[in-house]
């Protein structure tokens, strides 16, 4: 059986960073792509970011581009995502999902495995 555990989640300040990180087992893990979603309070989940298989490629949503960096340690079973410059809105449950293949994907439905979430709340 697959689980995956984020930690890393807590209260900043606009303006500040926090890093996500997700640990797999129980599965090949470097075999997979993983992904992040986050849901705020009252909306619907949301795509974040995804990484491929290897590390090698990585795709993200708009509305955190050039602020978040999702990367992967496959030697620790580990994915992580640097997020800088945090707004409010950033606010929300962020979540870890392990991919049904190598190949990174922005859909929900390509993802079989998804952990119980951190909350991140940006506020001053």
């Known amino acids: 059986q697959v689980h995956v555990v984020e930690s890393g989640g807590g209260l900043v300040q606009p303006g500040g960073s926090l890093r996500l990180s997700c640990a797999a087992s129980g599965r090949t893990f470097s075999a997979y792509a993983m992904g992040w979603f986050r849901q705020a309070p009252g909306k619907e989940r949301l795509f974040i970011a995804t990484i491929n298989w290897s590390g090698a490629r990585t795709y993200y949503a708009d509305s955190v581009k050039g602020r978040f960096t999702i990367s992967r340690d496959n030697a620790k079973n580990t994915v992580y995502l640097q997020m800088n410059s945090l707004k409010p809105e950033d606010t929300a449950v962020y979540y870890c999902?392990?991919?049904?293949?190598?190949?990174?994907?922005?859909?929900?439905?390509?993802?079989?495995?998804w952990g119980q979430g951190t909350q991140v709340t940006v506020s001053s």
């Open positions: 999902a392990v991919a049904k293949t190598g190949w990174e994907s922005s859909g929900q439905n390509e993802y079989d495995t």
